[in-house]
């Protein structure tokens, strides 16, 4: 099996900042791409950052200058740091991975239970 925990969310105010942290475990032989997803109540899910192994990222257009994603390829982590944190901004955040299992497996996509960010105005 794999798990997929994330850590950090919580309530901020506007202009704040929040750090969000996501554990990869279990049976795991390569993780490619790992990211961040958010869906605030009543709207689709939405993809917010991504990062490649070799550390290529691509953001929403909403997040850029502001969000920063990064990995931990030896510990199967990916964070989140999140700034300048704006009310639109809330919404329950997804941790996202593409994970082989085994040696010559397939890839398969996993999720984690998701953490809730409010950003007060």
């Known amino acids: 099996q794999v798990q997929l925990v994330e850590s950090g969310g919580g309530l901020v105010q506007a202009g704040g900042s929040l750090r969000l942290s996501c554990a990869a475990s279990?049976?795991?032989?390569?993780?490619?791409?790992m990211g961040w997803y958010r869906q605030a109540p009543g709207k689709q899910r939405e993809l917010v950052a991504a990062?490649?192994?070799?550390?290529?990222?691509n953001y929403a257009d909403s997040v850029k200058g502001r969000f920063t994603i990064s990995r931990d390829n030896a510990k199967n982590m990916v964070y989140l740091q999140m700034n300048t944190l704006k009310p639109e901004d809330t919404a329950v955040y997804y941790c996202?991975?593409?994970?082989?299992?085994?040696?010559?497996?397939?890839?398969?996509?996993?999720w984690g239970q998701g953490t809730q960010v409010t950003v007060s105005s």
């Open positions: 996202n991975a593409i994970i082989i299992r085994v040696v010559g497996g397939k890839w398969y996509e996993y």
């Open positions: 279990g049976m795991i032989f390569s993780i490619n791409a």
């Open positions: 990062v490649t192994t070799g550390g290529s990222t």
